[in-house]
């Protein structure tokens, strides 16, 4: 069984309990030079250099506590991975902080770098040549674990995520899922207490999604190893995270529960109504909202916040009604809507 030392840092004789992780205000530009083409380009660059700036992550600030699963969350190009790389000292910020179990991560101390882990979805860590076995066991050697914790904690996991059988296949050979199980298990070995997770289940099939969130959820709760995960996929945020911070634009624009995402967005409900004998014509209907769908039997509207109770109850007077359901527009819709920037209903 592993466990985490709980982040405590004494200061002046009391103990407190600090965040994990903070970040204040943290911002990344990235510079490129622009070039105009031909030669007039290179011959203008060398005397008059012109740099296109993105700024990839303006002002972001989040507090995160020890043992926190947090879902990470904002569409492509949102700064997710330029943060995590800030936070694992990859990268070094253009202004604000980052710190992450007290260390400042771009000083790139080796006692950081034994604490925690990065892993990344769309990046092989493993050695392509090796068997999984030895590239594991490389790992192993470049962390120091004992003989003992390697040997403990690589049955475990291999247990878990059901990849013992594959220990001796080149990590060539594996498939997309085997071998982000083995990106996992690599970067457990050491027990990191705080966990980055960059898309891990990105471009999975269902199945081995499943098996990675579900092993990811298991074993925060078993560990209290913090994680911070990105994921594009709504389905790994809903089934891992109660707290989400959501960025967009290389801002946050959101953090707090995950279900708190849609009573700040959605500015609509959904009424689901079941006629008794035969519909009702669109026209009558969408006097309460917008009509979503309507059959003979059935009607969806999505309707105002603040209108939803005087429609529902003048639709069970006006129409002959076998059954009215009031729910809130899904999670997934709302957070596209507000990626996309435009009106979120
Ligand atoms: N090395 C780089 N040089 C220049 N721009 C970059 C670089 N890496 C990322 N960007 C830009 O920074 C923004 C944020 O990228 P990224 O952090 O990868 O977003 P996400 O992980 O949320 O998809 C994007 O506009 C991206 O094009
Ligand atoms: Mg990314």
Not at 43 to 48: A, D, S, W
Not at 53 to 68: L, M, Q, T
Not at 171 to 199: C, N, Q, Y
Not at 283 to 308: H, I
Request: with cysteine; proline share 3%.
């Amino acid at each position: 069984m592993i466990t985490n030392r709980p982040a405590e840092s004494t200061h002046k004789g009391i103990q407190l309990l600090m965040p994990i992780i903070e970040v204040g205000n943290l911002s990344k530009i990235y510079r490129t030079q622009k070039r105009l083409p031909g030669l007039a380009g290179a011959v203008q660059g060398l005397f008059n250099r012109q740099y296109t700036e993105v700024r990839a992550v303006d002002g972001v600030s989040f507090n995160i506590e020890e043992g926190e699963l947090v879902g990470f969350l904002g569409p492509n190009g949102a700064g997710k991975t330029t943060t995590l790389k800030m936070l694992s000292g990859i990268l070094y910020p253009t202004s604000g902080t980052a710190r992450v179990m007290g260390f400042t991560p771009s000083e790139r101390k080796n006692e950081y770098r034994r604490q925690f882990a990065l892993v990344m979805g769309q990046k092989n860590q493993l050695w392509w040549d090796l068997p999984a076995q030895e590239s594991l066991f490389l790992n192993k050697e470049i962390y120091g674990v004992s003989d003992a914790d390697y040997k403990e904690t690589l049955e475990e996991m291999t247990e878990l995520l059901q990849v013992k059988h594959l220990l001796g296949i080149m990590v060539r050979e594996l498939s997309l899922g085997e071998r982000m199980k083995f990106e996992l298990i690599a970067s457990l070995l050491h027990r990191p207490r705080v966990l980055f997770l960059d898309e891990p289940t990105i471009g999975l099939d269902v199945v081995a999604q499943k098996n990675i969130r579900e092993f990811i959820k298991d074993y925060n709760r078993r560990t209290k190893t913090t994680i911070l995960l990105t994921s594009h996929y709504m389905n790994d945020i809903q089934a891992l995270c109660d707290r989400v911070v959501v960025i967009n634009h290389g801002k946050k624009i959101f953090d707090g529960r995950l279900e708190a995402v849609v009573e700040r967005f959605s500015q609509a409900k959904l009424i689901t109504v079941a006629f008794k004998n035969g519909g009702v014509s669109p026209e009558q209907l969408a006097a309460f909202g917008k009509v979503l769908e309507n059959t003979k039997v059935k009607a969806v509207l999505q309707v105002p916040r603040e209108e939803v109770k005087k429609a529902s109850n003048e639709i069970l007077s006006r129409f002959d009604v076998d059954d009215i359901n009031i729910e809130e527009v899904p999670i997934e819709e709302v957070i596209e809507k507000v990626f996309k920037g435009g009106e979120s209903s």
